[in-house]
């Protein structure tokens, strides 16, 4: 018995596919792109794709799943769901749990939770340094070899660049990339949103976007120095984006991110106080928008992930000072991302398609990305002219924090199929 993905348009940008074709699935893995008309039979399970898109299964790269320690945030159950929810197929678990992922233990409870209860792929990411404290390396080699997929303290910046160094030099021995959260800490020390028009206006301690730009400048220069791959999460200011574009011109292995927030909000929407839009990096001008606009449109920038950083509601029910930082991403990215990116044409479908899977797979190395006959079978189906409204109900995620509910989207994912399993149909989560 074989799955076949029937009359969709298929777009594989690995491959260089696009095109109105059927995809056979049988054990797991992808059997081929074809017109399978006739070899269809009663015994094999067949969903109709006509009018839909099919891609590889979404990869998000950067989401936080708060398992161990933070489960009243989130689980990797939960997250997990709210992946499948999203179309994502694999996701990449930020180190900042409690205990912070930093040991070859921490990365073993990790695959070994997801494995248990995880409905698609969960790679973890170890840290940089020790309890993400900045000051001592963490076990880089030992959680490499058990299959950490990137390095990184997110949450916080690494502070002195002696430790950013010597991580990067560590990250490279093992062949892999650092994810630096490029932030000043003393430079944005207090501030709660985006220092500017409106964090005056509002009367909150701001954050300058150059806090963000020196710290992406210094990882350049230390990435360049020992020759090391960066990759720089949650790309906010145009300043950073122009300090990738010319390190990329001298040839510095530097890739950046960019979050369906940074993209569909500006510090503007800070009125109103809503926690929800509190987020690190902050919500920039909509000159920074712009700025990450033309990043994605001309190549500088090639990567779209969630940075999914899901909180209790009795957490974000504060004053605006005193809220977490962080948006619950993974439920709303591609409607998010489609409305800002291509509906205007600021990217083409295959680039687009392209920066959702088999861009950041490449970045970190990890399988999948592709419909390559003989990858396993990560599929994600997108009804394009669907329209919803975002709710809480069905929502997936312990994090309810989304500054998105009440907006009426069009473009979402159908279906998610994990390697032959479908793990979401009809915008219903199964399993
Ligand atoms: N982005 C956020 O606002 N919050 C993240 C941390 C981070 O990504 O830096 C979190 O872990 O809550
Ligand atoms: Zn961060
Ligand atoms: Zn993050």
Known sequence: MALYIKGGRVIDPANGINKIADIKIEEGVIAGIDD???????????????????????????????????????????GTRAAARGGFTAVCAMPNTKPVCDSQTGVEFIYNRAKATGLVRVYPIGAITKGSDGQELAEMADMAACGAVAFSDDGKPVPRSDIMRLGLQYAQMVGKVIISHCEDPELAKDGVMH????STVLGLRGIPAAAEAIMVARDILLAESVGAKLHIAHVSTARSVELIRQAQWRGVNVTGEVCPHHLALTDADVEGFNTAT?????????KDREALRSALNDGTL??????????????????YNYAPFGISGLETAWPLFWRELVEPGVMTLPSFVAAMTVAPAKRLGLPGGTLSTGAAADVTIIDPEYTETVTLENWQSKGKNTPFVGQTLRSWPVATIVGGRVVMRDRQVIG
């Open 195 to 198: 220092e500017g028009y409106w």
């Open 278 to 286: 509190k987020v690190n990096p902050p919500l920039r001008t909509d």
């Open 36 to 78: 399978f008309a006739g070899a269809i039979t009663a015994a094999d399970e067949v969903i109709d794709a006509a009018g839909k898109l099919v891609v590889p299964g979404l990869i998000d790269i950067h989401c936080h799943l708060r398992e161990p320690g933070l489960e009243a945030k989130e689980t990797i159950a939960t």
């Open 302 to 319: 090639t990567i779209l992930a969630t940075d999914h950083a899901p909180h209790t509601a009795e957490e974000k029910a504060c004053e």
